[in-house]
């Protein structure tokens, strides 16, 4: 069976963004034709500084979220990166393979490392090349992500065409990044140019995963549109990213097309259309956070579900870093 491999950082409280985008399409993928592999990404959540207490919770938050969104964490592998050390191990042997202009073109770099990139972390500036271990390290073909991760699953597989060429092999894969739906790139509530995001100082660009029925219909509310009212086509929404978000925000949630969202809404003004969207998420998110909310009641619980996950994961990554060492020439690999 082919494996499925995905992570997100705990950083921070979970967004629709990240539920849309990664979460929601993580449990689509849970079935019989894939095997799924989800990681909490402690070790990438550290690249920026964070405070130790905020992420342990954010960890269990994280976990609490991937369950309650209908990650069975019987059929999936669910787990916090750090309790793998393979990753870090696997991610120090590609810090040999990739280039620093690899990693130089990387925009989520110049974006996070800003104007001052000589006082970014280390650790920032080699997150790719973490990142491809982390997918490389179970061999894992299918990657589900949202739209902005592209670039680096592009950079994964040079990697994995670099080690396998370096050292003549065809040893791992070649990643298929797979970003499909309607909200692969979810953007923010104040501004319909920039992505949706839990370091976003503004809370009302975002919905948390944790927001009340009020918070969610409030920031749906006040969310920022043009005054024209929902055109009869999609085309019609070409130049007006703000609307296109809440469309595709509805769709996603929907679980149908923007298209059958414009046949269904055409005309409509957003005084109309947003309560609808308000209502929607509501109903779509609340049972989510009333169920995280319960688990997040036995962190205990939590803790031991990431510590079995953890132990399955090593079964599958040990062996992977191992045939690594061999082939790169470690002694005592075999
Ligand atoms: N706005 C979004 N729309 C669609 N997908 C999104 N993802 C994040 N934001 C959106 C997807 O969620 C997964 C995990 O992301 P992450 O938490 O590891 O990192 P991120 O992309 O950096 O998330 P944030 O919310 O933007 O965090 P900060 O603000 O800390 O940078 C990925 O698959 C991502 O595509």
């Known amino acids: 069976t082919p494996r499925v ?60 979220g991937f369950i309650a969104a209908g990650i069975d964490p019987e059929q999936s592998i669910l787990f916090n990166q750090s309790q793998v050390p393979e990753h870090a191990q696997l991610g120090w042997i590609f810090n040999c ?36 271990a982390d997918i490389l390290i179970y061999h894992a073909t299918h990657v589900p992500v949202g739209e902005d991760q592209k ?31 309607a909200a692969t790139r979810v953007m923010s509530l104040r501004d319909g140019t920039k992505k949706m995001s839990k370091s976003d100082p503004s809370d009302m660009s975002r919905i948390n995963m944790t927001d009340d029925a009020d918070a969610i219909a409030l920031k749906i509310r006040k969310a920022r549109t043009d005054p024209d009212p929902l055109p009869d086509t999609l085309e019609g929404l070409e130049d007006r990213p703000e609307a296109r978000n809440l469309v595709n925000i509805y769709a996603a949630l929907a679980d149908i097309s923007p298209e059958q969202v414009i046949a269904e ?12 969207l308000a209502d929607l998420a509501v109903a779509k998110l609340s049972p ?35 045939q690594t060492y061999e082939i790169a020439g470690m002694v005592g690999a075999v």
């Open 97 to 132: 393979v990739a280039r620093m202009g690899w990693m130089q073109r990387m925009t989520q770099w110049k974006d996070k490392a800003g104007k001052n990139q000589q006082n970014a972390s280390l650790g920032l500036f080699a997150y790719p090349s973490l990142m491809a």
């Open 5 to 64: 491999f995905s992570g997100i950082q705990p950083s921070g409280g979970l967004t629709l963004g990240n539920y849309l985008g990664a979460i929601k399409r993580f449990v689509d993928m849970q079935g019989p034709e894939f095997e799924t592999i989800y990681c909490m990404v402690d070790l990438h959540a550290i690249t920026v500084w964070q405070d130790p207490a905020a992420l342990t919770r954010n960890t269990r938050e994280l976990c609490a």
């Open 265 to 276: 809404h055409a005309g409509q003004q957003f005084g109309t259309f947003k309560p609808s």
């Open 288 to 322: 989510i956070s009333t169920e995280m909310a319960r688990l997040m009641d036995d962190p205990a619980e939590i803790d031991r579900i990431l510590a079995r996950g953890a132990a399955r994961a090593r079964e599958i990554a040990a062996p992977i870093l191992r």
């Open 151 to 181: 670039q680096h699953l592009e950079l994964t597989r040079d990697i994995a065409i670099k080690f396998n060429n370096d050292f003549g092999v065809d040893f791992f894969p070649i990643t298929e990044p797979v970003i499909e739906g």
